[in-house]
């Protein structure tokens, strides 16, 4: 089992930054690739951006893409999400997710990997 905990989260204006950290416990982590997702109100668990255990290979959704950046302190067991630019249509809940596998895990479901309870982060306009 692998233990998955959000923090972050929060209320900025448009144009600030966020960052929001997730940190594994129980069985080390160090093998999984990470991901984050988000879900809005009334839509679908998006997938956010995904990095692989090493750290050497990351992943991001175009609506994220040069504004978010992912990365992991693997000794640390933490993958972070720093967020610039932020936009309204950023707003939601975001989930730190684990899977073995970094090729899929842009397409990870509730029933596969690991997932964290969420953290809100809302971005007023």
């Known amino acids: 089992q692998v233990q998955l905990v959000e923090s972050g989260g929060g209320l900025v204006q448009a144009g600030g930054s966020l960052r929001l950290s997730c940190a594994a416990s129980?069985?080390?982590?160090?093998?999984?690739?990470m991901g984050w997702f988000r879900q809005a109100p009334g839509k679908e668990r998006e997938f956010v951006a995904a990095i692989s255990w090493s750290g050497s290979s990351t992943s991001y959704a175009d609506s994220v893409e040069g504004r978010f950046t992912i990365s992991r302190d693997i000794a640390k067991n933490t993958v972070s999400l720093q967020m610039n630019s932020l936009k309204p249509e950023d707003t939601a809940v975001y989930y730190c997710?684990?899977?073995?596998?970094?090729?899929?895990?842009?397409?990870?479901?509730?029933?596969?990997?690991?997932w964290g309870q969420g953290t809100q982060v809302t971005v007023s306009s």
């Open positions: 129980g069985r080390t982590a160090s093998g999984y690739a």
């Open positions: 997710a684990a899977d073995r596998r970094f090729s899929t895990i842009a397409t990870l479901t509730l029933k596969d990997g690991y």
